[in-house]
């Protein structure tokens, strides 16, 4: 009896040591997070990335970030043969765009099933419309923008014109181009009136998408088939045929083309995302001062809308632990005391938030004051898997009318056929 | 007397075939399976949710082929690729020719001149597609400068790049840069390789320089010819680095090649299935390519 006893007793104590010591580790637990972030490898970047690691696991212990990185344009390649192999991470930070193959990939996951309800409603609805796939977000943003139209002061004022009273359309800006095309700058350099980005790469086709909202027009429906049969598209074409034989935009020129043009002095106006100008000001501190914005321009019978970018976190969900360490980390990331010197110092934007709207950063950002208004007026593209190669065929397309030499309609007739066989398949 | 079941020869036989399992397993894994895996991939519905599934791709009917006929791309990509590796290689084996009999001679510096040359080839081809994107760049780029310079301000525009019709030079240009190093170093190993007692019993029977290079260095040189040749046209048919990071295809689909082509369907349009039919189609080109160009050089041995 009282061996029995003794082992009912061992039994007991180590029957309660093991599930005790099971409930204590499961609850201290540490988790890692895997977040992708080209952003690392970006110098003007890589400082704050590195803080939001320090701070974000200062505050969350039990909970540490492990970095993946790769270039910007191998990112997603590298996230997809991580996710292949079995390792998928849990964030990916990357442009708008980049939210539409990764859903049809089967990564991306519904914000709704990682984050909070109330961290959600305090984004603005219409932001996150643009992040919709049959109607359930895939993204959320960081900050946000249109495409602005920023412009030289200095050589407004060269040429004789108000550097208070920018272009409203593309009419007014054809006749600014006019005057602004016959300066030179210090060396004796032409300088282009007008930058509109062209160059084959998928974030230039974004940038002719933004030109045909602009001018009314549309790329695809609401059900995101091809429909280009409207004025608005061709006059967007058009313009971009105008501007390169007149000689005011830069051929063929990237995004950083003409941030480069810019920030010499060779280019007057074009136009970025709000945050190309950390691109600007790291070739010439000195663009913070001739630098102004104002709002996309109105051609045609459009309203000067313009197209959403939006530099966002998209989410996978790998379980629970793991999925609520990826809500902490997303909602440290989005806040105002994160976010502020970021965006004054770093990335002029727009932040998506109700309760970041009157952030300091916001609120007294010289750069974009002259674009503010135009930042609620942008049009929701449908999401389709192959937007990115649709970007990439509407940059041919402005090729062949601009260095091709070729005529538009025909153009167009060729860009709807080559796109809309690349849509069916 | 110790017996054994297989005799010596077979005993050798079965030890260099042990040896060879290493470098064999290796060719199965990382070419043979791959290259039957893509072909596999032609031929399915295969894309990137494949990948992360795990799901196995479905046959489509030839879909892939198919819609690779519907636009011109796949055409223009396979014109482009071809004028590229043509006039790469043609020009690529005449300077590199005309170089390395320069070094085969005793000019002063030819030391020295050996040693520098290989600055671009051990260069990364990224590298060296930054490095000619920016000398090339149509507005601030160093080429448009010193081009602007030469014909006292007339041409103030240049932009290879930009145009269409002249954007496959461009590129070709970087490769040659970036090529030429190699292949002079290799024919001028195989020049030096040439019996100068031939050379010299050619020139006392009275042949000249034409002829003596004609009918006593050429045949010498011709194996050597042969592997540079076969190196440089692999090289230029499968070039990818130097068009997406130059040109990402364009003006105007002017660059797209097979490589490009097979990238975007892959890897921008996420749909594998398509992009391995273009890999497909290439290799089968690359071979018969390479196998008439075999040929070519057989009939001429013979000859």
Known sequence: ?425 | MKTHFLNRRQRDGLFGFVLDIPALALTVAFIIVPIFDSVIKSFQEYGVRNIISGKPGVWNNWANYLYLSKTDLFLKATIHTFSFVTAVVVVQFLLSLALALILNTDIKGARFLRSIMMTPWVVPTVISALIWMWLFQPQYGLVRYLISIASFGAVTDFAILNNPKTALMGVGIAALWKQIPLMSLLLLAGLQNVPHDIEEAAMIDGAGKVRRFYSVVLPYLSPVIKVTISMSIIENFKQFPLFWTMTGGGPNNATTTLAVLSYREAFVSMNLGAGSAVTTLWMVMMIAVVFFYNQIFRIQDMG
């Open chain 1, 1 to 425: 009896m009282k061996r029995i006893s003794v082992c009912m007793v061992l039994l007991v104590v180590v029957t309660a040591l093991v599930f005790a010591g099971g409930k204590a580790e499961s609850a201290a637990a540490p988790v890692t997070i895997k977040v992708a972030n080209y952003a690392l490898l970006e110098s003007g970047y890589e400082p704050f990335w590195k803080q939001v690691k320090v701070d974000f696991e200062a505050a969350n212990p039990g909970i540490s970030i492990e970095w993946v990185t790769a270039p910007y344009g191998e990112i997603v390649n590298q996230v997809v043969n991580m996710a292949g192999g079995g390792n998928k991470v849990d964030v990916i930070f990357g442009e708008i765009d980049w939210v539409p193959g990764l859903v049809d990939a089967g990564l991306a996951s519904p914000i709704t099933d990682i984050l909070s309800k109330s961290f959600i409603d305090d984004f603005y609805v219409d932001v996150l419309k643009s992040f919709e796939v049959d109607g359930k977000p895939y993204g959320i943003p960081l900050y946000v923008s249109p495409y602005v139209l920023y412009y030289n002061k200095d050589l407004f004022t060269q040429a004789g014109l108000d550097p208070a009273k920018p272009p409203k359309t593309f009419d007014e800006m054809l006749s600014y181009a006019e005057k602004l095309a016959k300066l030179k700058d210090a060396n004796g350099n032409k300088v282009y009136a007008f930058g509109q980005t062209t160059a084959s790469v998928p974030v230039s086709g974004a940038s002719l998408n933004a030109l045909v909202f602009n001018f009314g027009g549309q790329v695809l429906d609401a059900k995101g088939a091809l429909a280009i049969d409207n004025k608005g598209f061709r006059d967007a074409f058009a313009m971009v045929q105008l501007l390169d034989q007149k000689g005011y935009n830069p051929q063929n020129a990237k995004l950083k083309d003409l941030r480069n043009l810019f920030a010499l002095g060779q280019l007057a106006m074009y136009y970025d995302q709000s945050w190309g100008f950390n691109g600007v000001k790291s070739i010439n501190a000195d663009a913070q001062r001739f630098t102004a914005s104002a709002e996309p321009l109105k051609g045609g019978s459009g309203s000067g809308q313009s197209l959403l970018q939006a530099h966002c976190f998209i989410l996978v969900n790998n379980g629970k632990s793991r999925a609520d360490a990826t809500r902490k980390f997303v909602e440290f990331v989005i806040s105002e005391e994160t976010l502020n010197a970021y965006l004054r110092d770093l990335t002029p934007a727009y932040p998506a938030k109700h309760s970041m709207a009157a952030m300091e950063s916001v609120v007294n950002s010289g750069i974009l004051a002259g674009a503010s208004p135009a930042a609620g007026r942008v049009q929701v593209q449908t999401f389709i898997p192959k937007i990115s190669d649709l970007n990439l065929e509407l940059c041919a397309l402005a090729q062949a009318i601009t260095v091709g030499k070729e005529n538009l309609d025909s153009a167009i007739a060729k860009f709807k056929n080559t796109a809309t066989v690349k849509l069916s398949q």
